[in-house]
């Protein structure tokens, strides 16, 4: 129903160039950060501390999930019970 109402749209306003600036600018910090993000993998170098990290959660934490979902597979069920049951299936 384009066109049945009267209002008109106010006029576009167009900016100011003069109060427009022509670049933004950049925070050292931030860019100190992003550059030493970029370049992570050139200062890399394996410690005791990175290696024991990398085997927790590469190894130690997926193994620990996936053992205590092979234990409790079946046991439990959220589904269709009432007040007072017991979601234990075993």
Known sequence: MAG???SKSPPAIEPSKANT???????????KYAN???????????TPRTAWLTFAYV????????YLG???DGKYDMRAKRRGDTIVEF
Do not use: C, E, I
Not at 36 to 46: A, E, I, L, S, T
């Open 59 to 66: 190894v130690a934490v997926p193994a620990m999930f996936g």
């Open 70 to 72: 092979f234990v409790t």
């Open 36 to 46: 030493m993000q970029v370049n992570r993998h050139k200062y890399f170098r394996w």
């Open 4 to 6: 049945s109402h009267n």
């Open 21 to 31: 600036p022509t670049a933004l600018a950049m925070d050292p910090a931030l860019v």
